[in-house]
Structure formats: structure tokens, C-alpha cells
């Protein structure tokens, strides 16, 4: 048989599937991390494998009926640290929310109300990876989840987050190269609080940092926004009146060269629309860093604002 | 090059009684100001709650009227639409839940450094004293200077308003609007239309311009090219050509110079319950022709 680089349409390839599980305890503040069972993310087979997607779900689950806030968004206090073969995914946690666009409809039936039962709610990002990526037989994804609330949350969690990694992919049939280096993806992401209308927070060195010497090829930028009550419970959200996908506060962000994404300080909502993305490519230099600031224009109540940013992409590496 | 995006925003265009003023934003805003030429990916006209910082469903009105704002394109010198034209006939959701009406150019188009997007705007009925306010904004990406310059075509019709039980109707879209006066052929790249809902209660739907369900049903649309090939075998209900929830379709064929489609809107209006809602269709087309 011909060797060709890559699987194409003309070959069958198995399909086959990766599933790993984290749980993050109830409690108070940021917990520490629950990592993923490493060897159910693993290519346990004699060949190699490749990844096409990757599907994050949360489920947040009570023993106790009626606990499970149906108007939060579930997964929204959930953070991510993903890696593969030992190199970083993310730069350190990134929030659960900004992992992928959200899909059509998702702020509506699916986002904060997939609700099983009432101890149970459910959310879900689905990453389509720009590149498929090739685990040779023994090489896996590992990391760790947390729930990480925000500083004016001052209710304990009630409920257990089991954060699942799927990754979705195909067999490689024999007869095909293996690429030399690959596009791997890397989140680096920021979550900016403003609990006061004199306030406007920024984000400091550690944020929308590309941690790497090599250049990140940007492919998505992704924000969630939201008001956010002291007394939300197991996710960031709101508890009583308010909105979450519709929020628009303004935004400054300033490029790595000093550009600005906008003259003034920018609707989210006019930049990102329901999709809570840009999708466009462009290059982030290697230790270079994308600034931003938000002001959330209202404060009402005792209640917060919150911003989280994402900015995704892939650099070439050897894995 | 592939550069950062950029976004450029207008100021709030407030809720406002003054009918048909029409608004426009400072120069400086939609103004390519960089040495790069500027590919326009997308513009929209966004709603905001200025008491509230939340988005709301653009083209909405909880009360009885909607304010059926009307827009005016040019890019450079170069009209993009016939002088103005109604949103609700030039812009559809690109999601399912998506509130904001806009334009996507799936084909790239250019502004040269210095060059303007000039864009005016208008309201055609008052607005609710408490209504948000509208936002356009662009999002653009410096690129390197075209070979071609493809230049965007967005036309709309906005029909004669009907109750919800004014019996049997027939319309024509005059032929000057849905046509290409152009030397050039026109790519036609995607068909909109929608029904709006205006009058009536508000909690079962009045003023938005988004939903009007029942009557899409009853309304027939039926359409053909200049020369009598038929678009639609014969006369179809809006719900069955136009997805709901988008409000348009991508299409992918030329209209000569000097070509136009042509649309005719009948149908029977009986629902009594829905007698005190008024009915506006909206058909509109977005399409590009190659200069340079």
C-alpha cells in the first residue's frame, strides 16, 4: 500500500474514543485539584491514534434534592489544566466556559439548565481541533479540574462537578506516515471580577500570556461574561434576576504590538455576538501578552461582574 | 497577512421620537485610519440596554409598533445597498438564538487606507421611551491589498403592512429592487426574507419582527429571474422557503447586468384572533460583483 501523510477520505479508519474523569468535591473556595485518570486517556493500543475532537462535559450532582441551581450556569466555576505527552494544553487552569464556542441554542435548553433530574445539571463544550493530533501507542492526555468561584462568592459549593475529557478520534490504518511535528493546541486564558462601579480591573502579566518562545497561531478568541451573586451556589452565576449569555459590559484589549481591537472601549456583545467568539488567525508572539480591561458599566445590587477570556490556538511542535 | 482584528463601533444610537432623522456615525469611526488595507468581516447592528448592560433581540419592540429601522451602505464611493433599505429585509441571525440582525460577507471586502464605510441609519416609526439603543459595528482584519475588489450588493424590500385577518392580498416587488444596475454581473450569494409581526398584544409577540409564526404560514411567496425561470414552482408559504430561525438561505448563482428577481407576496389573512397584529414581508438578497 502507497504511504501517504495523511488519512483520506478514500480510507476507512476505526473510530475510537478516550474517556477520563475528574471529580471536584463540594466545599468552599478554590478546591484543590482533581486529577484525570490518566490511563483511561490514554492509546492503550499498538498503534497510533489520531484525535479529531475533544468533548469537556460537567455534571454537577447533589444528594440532595432541590440544591442544583437550575439558573446557574453549570460548569461555570469549573477550570481546566490539560496536557498531553507531558507538554502544556493550557496555560495553567483555564475556565471551563471559554474552552470552545458555544453552540447555537446553548444559553437556552442546554447551557445552565441541562438539568438530568433535580440533583443533577449538566454543560458541555465540544473543541474541534484544528489539526487532528497523532498519540503513538502509550502517549495520552492527563491534567486536572477545580472549582475555582469567584472572591465575591462566599456560599460553599453543595455539589460535586465530575468533569469528563473526551477525546473523540480514529485508529490510523497502516501504510500512513506519522507527521514529525504537530499543531497542539494551547489555551491561555484570563478571569478578570469587578465588584465596584469605580473599579476597573485588568489583567496582570500571568494573563492571555503565550507561554511558549514559539509563536501561537491564534485561531479563536472566547469570552463568557456574567453578573454574578455572593450566594451562588456550585457555579459562577446568578441567583435571581439577570441574564448571562446576553451580558454586555464594555472591553479594552490591546495586541501584543499596541494595536487595539477597537478605537473605544467596545460592547462584548458587538465584538463576540452569541457565539462568545472571534474566529480569525493571526500570530501571538513567543512571550508576548494580550492586555484587556473591562468595565461592566452597572452594578446592581451586592452583585459582581465577571469576564473570562480565552485566546486559542496551536503551535507546531514534536510530541 | 494575516493581522489582529479590529473592531470598529459606533456610539449609541438612542431610542428616539424623531422619526426618519437620519443618524450617522462620527467620520472618524468606520474610517480605515491604518497604512493596511482592511478586509470587513462582518457588520451588525447590536441592541443595548443602557440602564441594563444586556443585549436584547435587535429588531424587537415591546410595544405595539416597531421602529423598522432602515439602513444605507457605502464602502469608499461605491454603494453597497440602493439607497436605504429595511433591516429586517438585509440581515438575518447567523445562530439559532442569535438576537442581533447583520450582515456577514462571506466574500472578502476591502477598504483601501483612508477609505470610509459609510453608513447611515434611520428609524421609520418612533420608538418606545424605554427602548435600547442600537450599536453598529464592524469587525475587520488587515490583509494584504486585493488583486480584485469584490464589492458587496445588499437589497431589500419591506411590503405593505396587513392585519392579521384582512382576508386575500397580492403584492409585487417592484422590479427596480431586487436588481442588478450594474455592468457587471452580480454573484448572488444568499435570498432573506422574513415576516414581521407589529400591532397588536405584546405579550403574544407584537412589535417583534422576529417571530411572526402563524401568519409565515399563510403568507405565499413566489419568485423567478428576469427571464421567466422560476425560483419557487409555484407560489410557496415564507415558513417553507425561509428557515425561521435564520431567515435566509445561501444560494450560489449570477444575475446578468441589467438582470432582477422577480417577487410576488400573496396570500389570505384570516385568523381573527390575530386581527389587531399587523403583517409586514420583508424579501431582500446579498450578493458581490468584481471590479477591478
Do not use: C
Request: proline share 7%; no cysteine.
Amino acid at each position: 500500500m502507497a504511504q501517504t501523510r495523511s488519512i483520506g477520505a478514500n480510507l476507512l479508519a476505526t473510530p475510537t474514543v478516550l474517556r477520563g474523569s475528574a471529580v471536584v468535591a463540594t466545599g468552599a473556595g478554590i478546591t484543590p485539584p482533581a486529577t484525570f485518570d490518566t490511563t483511561k486517556l490514554q492509546n492503550t493500543l499498538r498503534v497510533p491514534i489520531e484525535i479529531t475532537e475533544l468533548i469537556i462535559t460537567v455534571l454537577e450532582r447533589s444528594s440532595t434534592e432541590a440544591v442544583v441551581k437550575t439558573n446557574e450556569n453549570a460548569g461555570a466555576a469549573i477550570e481546566v489544566d490539560l496536557r498531553i505527552g507531558g507538554k502544556h494544553l493550557t496555560n495553567g487552569f483555564v475556565p471551563f466556559q471559554v474552552l470552545a464556542p458555544w453552540n447555537a441554542g446553548e444559553d437556552g435548553a442546554w447551557a445552565f439548565a441541562g438539568v438530568l433530574t433535580s440533583t443533577a445539571t449538566f454543560n458541555q463544550r465540544r473543541i474541534v481541533l484544528p489539526e487532528p493530533l497523532r498519540l503513538r501507542p502509550g502517549v495520552g492526555f492527563s491534567g486536572a479540574a477545580r472549582r475555582a468561584p469567584l472572591s465575591i462568592v462566599t456560599s460553599p459549593s453543595n455539589v460535586e462537578s465530575t468533569v469528563t475529557v473526551t477525546a473523540i478520534g480514529r485508529v490510523v490504518p497502516d501504510g500512513i506516515l506519522g507527521p514529525t511535528a504537530q499543531a497542539l493546541p494551547l489555551w491561555t486564558a484570563a478571569t478578570l471580577l469587578a465588584t465596584s462601579t469605580n473599579v476597573v480591573p485588568k489583567t496582570d502579566e500571568r494573563d492571555l500570556f503565550n507561554p511558549l518562545q514559539a509563536p501561537l497561531d491564534v485561531a479563536r478568541i472566547i469570552v463568557a461574561s456574567s453578573e454574578v451573586s455572593p450566594l451562588a451556589q456550585y457555579a459562577t452565576g446568578l441567583t435571581g434576576a439577570g441574564g448571562r449569555a446576553d451580558y454586555d459590559p464594555l472591553l479594552k484589549l490591546r495586541w501584543p504590538n499596541g494595536d487595539l481591537l477597537g478605537a473605544d472601549p467596545l460592547r462584548l456583545q458587538s465584538v463576540f455576538i452569541r457565539e462568545h467568539t472571534i474566529a480569525h488567525k493571526f500570530q501571538l508572539p513567543g512571550g508576548s501578552r494580550v492586555t484587556a480591561a473591562f468595565d461592566f458599566t452597572n452594578a446592581i445590587g451586592a452583585y459582581g461582574s465577571y469576564l473570562q477570556i480565552a485566546i486559542f490556538g496551536t503551535r507546531r511542535e514534536v510530541l | 497577512m494575516a493581522g489582529f482584528p479590529f473592531v470598529m463601533q459606533s456610539a449609541l444610537f438612542a431610542a428616539s421620537t424623531n422619526v426618519d432623522a437620519i443618524y450617522v456615525p462620527e467620520e472618524r469611526v468606520f474610517r480605515n485610519t491604518t497604512p493596511h488595507w482592511l478586509k470587513i468581516m462582518r457588520i451588525g447592528l447590536q441592541r443595548n440596554g443602557a440602564a441594563n448592560p444586556k443585549r436584547t433581540v435587535t429588531l424587537d419592540n415591546p410595544g405595539t409598533s416597531s421602529p423598522r429601522p432602515q439602513w444605507a451602505i457605502r464602502f469608499g464611493h461605491t454603494e453597497v445597498t440602493n439607497g436605504f433599505v429595511p433591516f429586517a429585509a438585509t440581515t438575518w441571525r447567523p445562530n439559532v438564538d442569535e438576537p442581533a440582525a447583520f450582515v456577514e460577507f462571506a466574500q472578502p471586502v476591502y477598504l483601501a487606507p483612508n477609505d470610509r464605510l459609510d453608513v447611515k441609519f434611520k428609524y421609520l416609526a418612533t420608538l418606545d421611551a424605554n427602548l435600547d439603543s442600537g450599536i453598529l459595528a464592524a469587525l475587520v482584519v488587515p490583509v494584504d491589498r486585493p488583486d480584485a475588489i469584490r464589492v458587496p450588493a445588499l437589497f431589500g424590500w419591506e411590503g405593505t403592512s396587513r392585519g392579521g385577518n384582512s382576508g386575500l392580498f397580492s403584492e409585487d416587488v417592484p422590479v427596480g429592487t431586487l436588481y442588478n444596475e450594474f455592468e457587471e454581473v452580480m454573484h448572488v450569494e444568499r435570498i432573506i426574507g422574513r415576516l414581521g409581526l407589529l400591532g397588536g398584544d405584546p405579550s403574544a409577540g407584537a412589535g417583534n419582527v422576529e417571530r411572526a409564526y402563524p401568519a409565515a404560514a399563510q403568507i405565499l411567496v413566489d419568485l423567478a429571474l428576469q427571464d421567466g425561470a422560476k425560483i419557487t414552482r409555484d407560489p410557496t408559504p415564507l415558513a417553507a422557503l425561509f428557515d425561521l430561525a435564520r431567515q435566509s438561505w445561501l444560494t450560489n448563482f449570477v444575475l446578468p447586468s441589467k438582470g432582477y428577481i422577480q417577487a410576488n407576496v400573496s396570500g389570505n389573512l384570516t385568523d381573527s384572533a390575530q386581527a389587531p397584529k399587523t403583517y409586514y414581508p420583508y424579501l431582500g438578497m446579498l450578493g458581490y460583483r468584481t471590479i477591478g
